[in-house]
Each structure stands twice: as structure tokens, then as C-alpha cells.
């Protein structure tokens, strides 16, 4: 089974990932923590990035797709993949890559939120800076309002996490994401989740969904 997961910042998709490795054992592949690693690593790719970076600038898709899909190779199948392909560019390196050896990619899958659900989501977040602990205003809130229950610091919100970044990230990934949603849609495997919810409810929606996949998988590999 191989999937593209994404959603707006808030969208629940790196909790709902974990749930999709534990339970059908799939590898997960985040184009994010890639380049954190590789920028931290000191590698020549990394400090090439990390340039970029510095002077605000994206991330050349060349050195993106050299990035991910040699780590591909590495996996092969069995993959939920994270943050990658993000533009035109890199879709069609991907799927040049998929051709290639001769992999098929069961879904691509959005778990989608409201604008307003984003900035709730996201900016009710505060962390401790000291160990850090993550909390929610309204969701989960330390004992004491502003203060960290683990060790008693007090709590900071991310620059990040400002409602007016995140509504700026959340139309930056709409408009990112239109093209791309458009092409896998008319390859017949997007789904878009309903992110609104508990995390509980969300994976209600997306678990019979992988089950029939798995399910189908499994049949297909029989003589
Ligand atoms: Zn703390």
C-alpha cells in the first residue's frame, strides 16, 4: 500500500500518520524531517538547503526530488508519504520515479479543515519552552492558565502559530495544493477526509478506508 498524506496546518495528518504505521505497518516518509536531517547532519545537500533557506528562498524541486526519491528507493513500497510532491515540478519527478519501477500509488489523501478550524487548532497552541510540552488553550489546557504543567515554566506561543501565519500558511497551501489535488483526482485516487473532529472521529473516516485498500491488496495477490 502506498499513500500521499496532506492537509492544512491543523489538519490532525502527522497523528493520523502514526496510526497508519502502527496499524498497517507502512513506513513513513516526511519530506520536512528529511531536510531538517540532512540540514543538521551538516551534509553537502543540507548546507546547500539551509543557504536557501537563510535567504528565504523555497527549496529548489531539483533538490527535492533528489532528496525524497532517494529515500524512495531506499523503501521501494509500503509508504505513507508527508509534504512531498508540493508542486508541478516535483508530481511529475514523482511519477516518472512511480513508472519507472513499476509502483502504484493506491491514494492520495487530504484530510481537510476549515480556515477557521485551522487558526482555532493552531493558535490555541502554546508551548514550554523549557521542556517542551504542548498544550491547547481549549483542548488541553495546563492545570494553571499559561503554565507548564510538567515543570512549572511559563508557556510561549510559536511565532508560527500567530493567527495571521497561520491563515498566510493555510492560503499559501490552498493555493499550493489546487494543481495537485486536480492531477490526482483525475488519476481517480484522492479522497478528501473530513479533518473536523475529535481525532477519534477523523480516523473512523479514514480507517474503513484503508482497511478496503489492504483488503483489495491482499486479494490482488493471490494466484
Ligand atoms: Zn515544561
Not at 528565504?56 to 526530488?65: A, F, H, S
Request: with cysteine.
Amino acid at each position: 500500500m502506498n499513500i500521499l498524506i496532506f492537509g492544512p496546518p491543523g489538519s490532525g495528518k502527522s497523528t493520523h500518520s502514526k496510526r497508519i504505521v502502527e496499524r498497517y505497518g507502512l513506513t513513513y516518509i516526511s519530506s520536512g524531517d528529511i531536510i531538517r536531517e540532512e540540514i543538521e547532519k551538516g551534509s553537502p545537500i543540507g548546507r546547500e538547503m539551509e543557504a536557501y533557506l537563510s535567504r528565504g528562498e523555497l527549496i529548489p524541486d531539483t533538490i527535492v526530488n533528489t532528496l525524497i526519491i532517494s529515500k524512495l528507493r531506499r523503501q521501494r513500497e509500503n509508504f505513507i508519504l508527508d509534504g512531498y510532491p508540493r508542486t508541478p515540478a516535483q508530481v511529475l519527478a514523482f511519477e516518472e520515479y512511480l513508472y519507472d519501477h513499476g509502483i502504484k500509488l493506491d491514494l492520495a489523501m487530504e484530510i481537510f479543515i476549515d480556515l477557521e478550524t485551522s487558526v482555532e487548532r493552531i493558535s490555541g497552541r502554546r508551548i514550554c519552552p523549557k521542556c517542551g510540552a504542548v498544550y491547547h488553550v481549549k483542548h488541553n489546557p495546563p492545570k494553571r492558565p499559561g503554565v507548564c504543567d510538567i515543570c512549572g515554566s511559563k508557556l510561549v506561543q510559536r511565532e508560527d502559530d500567530r493567527p495571521d501565519v497561520v491563515e498566510k500558511r493555510y492560503s499559501i497551501y490552498v493555493r499550493n495544493m489546487e494543481p495537485i489535488i486536480k492531477f490526482y483526482r483525475n488519476k481517480g485516487i484522492y479522497v478528501r477526509i473530513d479533518g473536523d473532529g475529535g481525532v477519534e472521529e477523523v480516523w473512523k473516516r479514514i480507517q474503513p478506508l484503508l482497511d478496503y485498500l489492504k483488503a483489495r491488496e491482499s486479494s490482488q495477490g493471490l494466484p
